[in-house]
């Protein structure tokens, strides 16, 4: 079963004509223009480089995103970092209207479990990294890049799939060794899923809720106690609880 809908989106459309000195984002496509000097005619000839392919998203498509640090180098130095990232990441959010099922910050790397809308998630994204990007080397005193290729994503197709990210996501730090109980990290949505402190205003925690009671045909007031007792079975088995496939990092 299918949780997406709606059609591919259009290729964007690129401008031969380039604009010297003109500030762009990073995971802009963008055609530049490059003079090569031709044995055959002499002065010269103005050719394209092929911009990289876009990715396809759907309306109302849901995804599995993960962002790495540049050289895999550690991204959040201490929990000011995160906070400010966190705030980042709500407001967009809110710009792009994601809904967010499940996130975690690690040390070198993020991951988000989320459905979009209508063409959010790459410009969605590339703000997001960008912004946070120059604010730590601000505050730092670093030039580097932050973050290292662009983010990857993984479309989910399935509600067991959907449920299978967001329990990989949340058991992160425990299967990296950072903490030995989901409870312990406190940079994921696991706390506030399992009941155990409010949710952030960007996590859509009641429908991570309505999500997996509906699957196991549980009743909506225990959710608290059915995500948790899902996720925390992926311990114990350390494997995939229900039909469908599991995501990988």
């Not at 003109?22 to 000097?37: F, N, S």
């Not at 995804?63 to 400010?84: E, L, P, W």
């Not at 989320?114 to 969605?124: A, V």
């Not at 299978?164 to 940079?187: F, K, M, S, T």
Request: proline share 5%; with cysteine; net charge positive.
């Amino acid at each position: 079963m299918r949780v997406t809908v709606g059609t591919p989106q259009g290729y964007a459309t690129f401008s031969a004509g380039p604009v010297p000195g003109t500030a762009q984002c990073p995971c802009q496509r963008r055609v530049e223009l490059h003079r090569v000097v031709s044995r055959r005619s002499g002065p010269g000839i103005l050719t394209q480089r092929m911009p990289r392919a876009p990715r396809d998203f759907y309306a109302g498509g849901h995804y599995h995103v993960n962002t790495r640090g540049n050289n895999k180098a550690q991204v959040y130095v201490d929990s000011t970092d995160r906070f400010v990232f966190l705030e980042m990441l709500e407001r967009s959010q809110l710009k792009y209207e994601w809904m967010i099922y499940a996130w975690c910050l690690m040390t070198n790397h993020f991951h988000l479990v989320l459905r979009i809308l209508e063409n959010g998630l790459s410009q969605g994204m590339c703000e997001l990294n960008g912004s946070f990007g120059r604010w730590s080397n601000l505050r730092h005193g670093r030039c580097d890049h932050v973050f290292g290729r662009r983010f990857s994503s993984r479309e989910i197709t399935t509600n067991a799939h959907l449920l299978e990210a967001c329990r990989y996501v949340v058991l992160n730090p425990v299967r990296a060794g950072l903490c030995d109980h989901p409870a312990d990290w406190r940079w994921s949505s696991y706390r506030a899923c399992a009941g155990l402190e409010p949710p952030q205003p960007f996590l859509a925690r009641d429908a991570m809720l309505d999500l997996v009671s509906n699957f196991f045909g549980k009743s909506r007031t225990s959710g608290s106690a059915v995500y948790a007792e899902f996720v925390l079975a992926g311990l114990e088995y350390d494997a995939v609880a229900v039909p469908g496939t599991a995501t990988k990092a």
